[in-house]
């Protein structure tokens, strides 16, 4: 009875990945597999999807669950998170990314003790559900490694099954030359165990210890968690440093045919089960690497465009286009049925391995310059040769962008990054830092010592909520004119995900791009001032789409401009939305 709540196609798709990653077993965890159907309720219906995955509307807020804490002892912080959401983000970012907020041990939660519990410090699974019903949510899936602290490594330590098989254990003498290092710790850490000393794989710290993905254990352990997330409501989940999954000696260990195959799988299974939940990979690496993860359109649903980050942060402070326009021009569409993820900033700043290939490093060397001037760290990774190069500006990107003692400057600048990321094709995502213009949190990162902290402020709900009552903060411009625009960007169809995108050559010191809906009924062109002064341009409506354009309404301003074949000027780092009117 169970057999038949998947198809033939589906049966097929699933018994073929399992075959291909652990070879003649495969028979006996398809089974394996059928048995977990019903778990948590997940998969007990046969499942209808909706006939668009996204749409215009869709705009996702990242956030920890701690970011905004209580004033009131018996309330939790995702209580007091949920009320300043509804209090004032309806209809701007309806979906809410929480970032990790199980109970963890270090780097802010992204070393796990138990993916299926709540942090007792954040809250419970009935405030998760509480939000969930005021906001779609998305849950991190951190699949490559777990904390040293967890159940399962203590089981290992003490050689308990079948946790004593869920780690890598690898000679110290083994040659690890070609593996590639997102960090400049030790790949491996010594541990002792009841059996004696060994040597375990840990790709990030000694305390995030890598999952062996060459068990099958460990898939059906992943697979129970990701049925109890979908039963929680989670809308997108995002597969944390999945790159590393599939370690190989001789090879890389990064990007593995079998990782591919587990993310496939992954897919095929969620199709089954849940097909209106949504797979993100996150794999900070070069473009190309990037979007492989796409696969045929039978992977990700949707990737980080992890190169629109620093390419746009170095364009408005350098306020040349030259090096975003040459990426952005030969931008690939994704695959049917894929989108991008559009951000600016996240929890970990703004990585720079993306840019690889795209600008000199020369380049490089002037955002590292332009970081540390503004008050944030550069962290590194370990290449080949025993040397070092940056690998992440830890930074706010309000801090990154800001124009020492010219505040209004600061504010358009910022406005203009965020006006570029939720246009661009895809689905946008803000940084809660970014959308409440947080500066860099010095004092946390004197109390912790990590780079990070920078970029990852607690406030005090109260704390909060008095910035935002000053009209004439920083902080108040910036938040209400990014809630004004996201909810204005929500009623326009040429910002739906699967719209096309054309860029257009504007010279170096402005960039632009026409958008079309789907149904082609609707066209925005969107261009951006990335410098100080003001710019003018003739006929931005001068494609074959738009020949004879009378007026323009901007969306950003609420404005109705002239004709743009009389031209346009462009205020200092202005940006524009704008809906030809004949």
């Known amino acids: 009875m169970i057999v038949k709540l998947l198809s033939q196609t589906q049966y097929a798709k699933i018994r073929k990945r399992l075959l291909k990653l652990y070879g003649t077993q495969a028979d006996g965890l398809i089974e394996r597999f059928f048995m ?37 002892k018996s309330e939790t912080p995702l209580i007091a998170l949920r009320r300043f959401c509804e209090a004032n983000l309806k209809g701007a970012t309806p979906i809410i990314h929480l970032l990790p907020f199980y109970p963890w041990s270090s780097d802010d939660g992204f070393s796990v003790i138990d993916y299926r519990e709540v942090d007792s410090e ?69 541990t002792a165990t009841r059996e004696g000393d060994s040597h375990i794989w840990t790709t990030f710290s000694a305390d995030q210890v890598d999952m062996n993905w060459q068990n099958p254990d460990v898939l059906f352990e992943f697979l129970d968690i990701l049925f109890l997330y979908i039963s929680k409501g989670s809308r997108i989940l995002r597969l944390d440093a999945v ?168 504010v358009e600048r910022v406005l203009c990054s965020q006006a570029l990321a939720f246009s661009f094709r895809g689905m946008p995502a803000v940084y809660i830092h970014t959308l409440l213009g947080t500066p860099n949190w010095q004092a946390g990162f004197e109390e912790t010592g990590r780079n990070r902290t920078l970029n990852r402020r607690h406030y005090h709900e109260s704390e909060i909520n008095e910035i935002l009552a000053d009209p004439d ?23 739906h995900p699967d719209g096309a995108m054309i860029v257009h050559d504007l010279g170096s010191e402005l960039f632009g791009f026409t958008r079309i809906s789907p149904d082609e009924q609707e066209v925005i062109i969107c261009i951006f001032n990335f410098t100080a002064k003001k710019q003018s341009i003739k006929n931005p409506g001068n494609t074959p789409l738009l020949k004879s354009v009378k007026q323009f309404y901007d969306i950003v301003s609420g404005k109705t401009l002239g004709s743009g074949r009389s031209g346009l000027v462009l205020d200092p780092y202005q940006a524009l939305w704008l809906v030809p009117r004949s």
């Open 473 to 495: 903060s920083i902080q108040t411009k910036i938040m209400n004119r990014l809630v004004r625009l996201l909810r204005r960007r929500s009623t326009h169809s040429a910002f």
């Open 243 to 410: 790159a590393f999954l599939w370690k190989e000696l001789g090879t890389t260990c990064i990007h593995h045919e079998n990782t591919h195959e587990i993310v496939r799988l992954f897919r095929d299974v969620v199709e089954a089960v849940a097909p209106d939940l949504l797979i993100l990979t996150e794999t900070n690496v070069p473009h190309d690497e990037n979007i492989s993860y796409f696969g045929r359109g039978n992977e990700a649903h949707m990737v980080y465009n992890f190169s629109l980050p620093p390419l746009l942060l170095h364009g408005l402070l350098r306020g040349d286009t030259t090096y975003l326009y040459a990426w952005a021009k030969d931008l690939s569409p994704p695959p049917k049925g894929c989108t991008y993820f559009n951000f600016t900033a996240s929890h970990d700043g703004v990585g720079v391995r993306p840019l690889q290939g795209l600008v000199p490093d020369s380049e490089l060397d002037f955002l590292v310059e332009q970081t540390q001037s503004k008050g944030g760290e550069v962290s590194f990774r370990s290449l080949d040769d025993g040397s070092q190069k940056p690998y992440e500006l830890n930074i706010t990107y309000v801090s990154a962008l800001s124009e020492p003692g010219d505040d209004a400057l600061t």
């Open 36 to 72: 977990m159907i019903g778990r948590y309720g997940v998969g007990l219906d046969v499942p209808v999807p909706k006939k668009s995955k996204w749409n215009e509307s869709d705009v996702v807020l990242i956030t920890y669950a701690n970011t905004i804490r209580n004033d009131i």
């Open 122 to 190: 954040s809250g419970t699974w009935r405030d998760v559900e509480q939000l969930g019903q005021s906001f779609e949510l998305m849950f991190d899936y951190v699949m490559n490694h777990c904390s040293a602290e967890s159940a399962w490594f203590k089981d290992y330590v003490l050689g308990i099954q079948p946790a004593r098989h869920y780690f890598l254990e690898m000679d110290p003498d083994t040659d690890l030359s070609q593996v590639v290092r997102p960090r400049t710790s030790p790949l491996l850490t010594p």
